[in-house]
């Protein structure tokens, strides 16, 4: 199965994990699980209170043209940061994906 990866940190003075952190978080679970990563979006210094993000735009596309079968995320938050925008965006990647 076909799989992407999604990864945004906030700013570049924020301590969270590092897109490259949450790349191999990614990469040991799609190997514990028989996925096949065929793609990295990534987000640097953007916030996730708005979907105006170029990577999380060009993944929502590829998702509506079955360009992949699973979506990989370190947390919930990197696609958003409310839960009514994470309720949407999820909504519309479990309908293409």
């Given at each position: ?11 570049h ?46 993944m ?16 919930t ?21």
């Open positions: 199965m076909n799989a992407v990866v999604y990864a945004r940190f906030s700013s003075r924020q301590g969270e994990q590092s897109i490259e952190g949450q790349v191999a978080e990614a990469e040991r679970y799609a190997a514990e699980h028989g996925l096949t990563i065929i793609h990295v979006y990534a987000d640097r210094a953007q916030t996730g209170r708005n979907d105006n993000r170029e990577q999380f735009q060009l929502l596309s590829d998702a509506a043209n079955k360009k992949f079968d699973a979506l990989i995320v370190w947390k938050d990197r696609i958003g940061r409310n839960k009514e925008e994470i309720a949407l965006n999820k909504y519309h990647l479990k309908k293409t994906v």
